[in-house]
């Protein structure tokens, strides 16, 4: 696979056996994707080893998986199916950023509020979704609303405990320099509290996002299968399972993708001091 | 060496004879439903009361849906499944079979009466279906080929009382809906609701299936059960209204809220008019029809004239039910 023949053409440059670690160690901390293709690599290839065992009728090999992905892709029935799943996410992790964050960040400025709002968020957060998602449906149907609905009910506690935690640990001795450079609390806030509290806000945006993400599939499966979930129910239901596995991947992948990109994102403006040298 | 060996051989038959004492001890035959326990069901319910009584031991667990009741077929985990798994025997080639038909599909194309009152009607227009590869799809597909006409749109929610619902409520004005359904169309709004005809159409809906090995090995057990069933759907198309005194008798679903009760006899009296039981328990015949159904839903590929009966069912059992009990 690709990944092998990554890894042996620098290996093969390496003589003796002790060096054989060291090199392939050397090799990874200088270009850190080889360790991530090796290891998807071992995974793929550990998924094809149990899919032609195999464990059982309904898993399918690694390579008939990817198969069903490329012809999913072709055909446009992938991509058109996130057209639908995307829309109740984007709707919903729109709404619960803006929500989210100045609840957030109300909460952090105000005890009185985080005593109102910060005990149903926590509850929220521990709740068991899968199991609350259905009663939306009693409320608002199955369309849309309901579908964006599930995705505020994941994303929302999330963004606004991370918001609310970040004002609240604003670095206390920038919030006494403000004061003692006689700033207004308008100043403290805009000037201090915010800038210093927004890389754990947009943390906990992209935790939110995940959330949604979660979100919108427990929505698709559990209330109306449109769009990705309704790619898993229906190909279920037709015992097409390598289709089946291919749809649950694609989530995986673009989630993983979108995540990482936003991560990217996160470290390049805000956190610059993270950033690899 | 020799001594090692015969100590073997001992532990062998231990082993052995506790394997057998455990497969006695789990004699028990699994049946696996694919839905919750509803007033749908009580007359499979009564008949596995009944197998019980010629001394079948019946384990019954509930799953969320039928793909689910399969998959706890084909895994061991369950004895006997309750559905109609087509695409699982064909696609993957599960060694499953089904023995004996419980029902065949049973559904009412309803249409509101201020907008349409034919099949020629619904032209151009929009329907609204169970899923994609559902029965109810494959029901409106199949009319649509047979009446030449086209619908614009075919969208999907899930539940017939939904989709009741949405056509009380005008959301939908075209659909398909189960006998609950369209009951509670006559009773909600007498005369608004069209339902259109529906010829021809006599696919399976639910079958009970089992692993070859098991159908094999448990020969007896599985002729009880048949026969059970078979008894016991002739008896409820001759008089529906015995359904009340089994679930008295067997003490069946003794939780039912007093309006689910009062639809019992109305269910299966609608049922039996409309001769929803197969009293000849499905078998090759209902295996020809299903070859063609489900190709036009999508469950099984292939032309349906190639397609094998004894490649998805296994009829021995209920050959030799109905030698001893008589087809009708």
Sequence with gaps: MMASSHVNGPVRAVHSPAGWGLGLGRLFARYPAISRILSLGLFFLVWEIAGRVPISYAFPTFLETFYAFATMIADGSLISAYGSTLQPLIIGIAISGTVGVVLGTVMGLSRMAEWLVAPLFIVLQSAPMAALIPLITFVYGIGLAAKTLAVIMLALPVIVLNGYKAVRNANPSLVAMCYSFQGTRLQQITKVIIPDASPVIFAGLRLGLAAGFIGVILAELLITPTGIGDLITYHRSVANYAEMYAAVVSIILVSTVTLAALEAFEIRVLRPEKRRG | ?328
Aim: net charge neutral.
């Design chain 2, 1 to 328: 060496m020799f001594k090692g060996f015969s100590c073997l051989k001992t532990g062998a038959a231990a082993l052995v004879v506790s394997a057998a004492l455990i497969a006695s001890a789990e004699a028990k035959v699994r049946v696996a439903f694919g839905d919750i326990a509803s007033v749908e069901s009580l007359h499979l319910l009564t008949a596995l009361e009944r197998a019980k009584e010629k001394g079948v031991d019946i384990e019954i667990t509930y799953l969320k849906s039928e793909d689910i009741a399969a998959q706890a077929v084909v895994s061991g985990q369950a004895d006997i499944g309750v559905g109609g798994p087509y695409a699982l025997v064909q696609k993957v080639k599960a060694p499953v079979r089904m023995f004996l038909q419980l029902s065949t599909l049973r559904f009412y194309p309803a249409v509101n009466g201020e907008f349409y009152k034919t099949w020629k009607d619904l032209d151009g227009q929009e329907i609204a279906v169970h899923s994609r590869g559902s029965g109810t799809e494959a029901i409106m597909k199949l009319m649509e080929d047979r009446q030449g006409i086209k619908f614009s749109k075919i969208s999907y929610i899930p539940g017939s009382e939904v989709r009741t619902g949405a056509l009380l409520q005008g959301n939908v004005k075209a659909t398909i809906v189960d006998a609950a359904g369209r009951r509670l169309l006559e009773t909600q709004a007498p005369g608004k609701f069209v339902i259109l005809p529906l010829e021809g159409v006599n696919a399976t809906d639910e079958a009970l299936f089992a692993n070859q090995t098991f159908l094999e090995k448990n020969a007896e057990d599985v002729d009880k059960i048949v026969e059970s069933i078979l008894t016991t759907w002739r008896e409820v198309t001759a008089n529906p209204a015995v359904v009340t005194e089994w679930r008295a008798k067997y003490k069946l679903l003794p939780d039912l809220p007093a309006s689910q009760v009062e639809e019992i006899v109305p269910y299966f009296t609608e049922l039996a008019k409309g001769k929803a039981f197969p009293l000849n328990g499905g078998g090759a015949a209902a295996a020809k029809d299903d070859f063609a159904f489900y190709t036009l839903s999508g469950q099984l590929t292939g032309d349906p004239s190639s397609l094998k009966v004894e490649n998805f069912w296994d009829t021995r059992s209920l050959d030799r039910v109905l030698s001893k009990v008589g087809t009708m």
